[in-house]
């Protein structure tokens, strides 16, 4: 089992759709929780961080954290064609002294139609 | 603030044959990430620097991975010689402490081995 599932999709939603986006994870260490939106051709930009269970919101985007599950999400409200990227999960745990270790999912393609 | 530079970002070489690719973090930051992307993964941890020190090589395969950040600031990560495997985006990234909690990436640079 690895470390960090999600979904590959791809997604395809119209604009004005409600997304979710989700990850499943089995490392019990990983504390904090990322979330990253990568465009084509280029390098992966954080969207979203968390570190406790519930929910974080930052505009359309709200994620949620459901440690006890296992279990992340990503929603955003009233997609838009700009949001069409690939998103990726990310989660941290110490891998030893104060480092630690970023995990990544494999990255949901979302493409959101005008 | 400038972001992460890389170069090139297109590379096309022959199985057998050596790469290098270069990455200028953003200034001041003194933690620096090269991880390895493959088509249709995430990314994938191959080298932590902490200034000019390794701080985690536990996925580089040393055997034909190097990578060196001699002054603390730039960075080199060599490929001797590539595999067929080895085709992949090489994404720098930088965080001004060791706890990845806001890593920035660079665009990326794309290799393709034939």
């Known amino acids: 089992q690895k470390e960090v599932e999600q979904d590959p999709g791809p997604l395809s939603v119209p604009e004005g759709a409600i997304v979710s986006l989700n990850c499943t994870y089995s490392?019990?260490?990983?504390?904090?929780f990322m979330w990253y939106r990568q465009y084509s051709r280029k390098g992966p930009e954080l969207l979203m961080y968390?570190?406790?269970?519930g929910n974080k919101e930052d505009g359309r985007f709200t994620a949620q954290v459901d440690k006890s599950s296992k279990y992340i999400s990503l929603f955003i409200r009233d997609s838009q064609p700009s949001d069409s990227a690939t998103y990726l999960c990310?989660?941290?745990?110490?891998?030893?002294?104060?480092?630690?270790?970023?995990?990544f999912g494999k990255g949901t393609l979302l493409t959101v139609n005008p | 603030e400038a972001g992460v530079a890389q170069s090139p970002r297109y590379k096309i070489i022959e199985k057998r044959q050596s790469v290098a690719f270069w990455c200028n973090p953003i200034?001041?930051?003194?933690?620096l990430y090269w991880y390895q992307q493959i088509l249709g993964q995430g990314p994938k941890l191959l080298i932590q620097?902490?200034?000019?020190?390794?701080?985690?090589d536990s996925q580089l395969p040393k055997d034909r991975f190097s990578a060196e950040r001699l002054k603390g600031v730039d960075s080199t990560l060599k490929i001797q010689p590539a595999k067929l495997e080895d085709s992949a985006v090489y994404l720098c990234?930088?965080?001004?402490?060791?706890?990845?909690?806001?890593?920035?990436f660079g665009a990326g640079s794309r290799l393709t081995v034939l």
């Open positions: 990234a930088s965080s001004l402490g060791l706890s990845p909690s806001v890593l920035t």
């Open positions: 490392n019990s260490a990983f504390q904090y």
């Open positions: 968390t570190y406790s269970s």
């Open positions: 990310a989660m941290k745990d110490k891998s030893g002294g104060s480092n630690y270790k970023l995990t």
């Open positions: 200034s001041g930051h003194a933690t």
């Open positions: 620097f902490q200034n000019n020190g390794v701080v985690d």
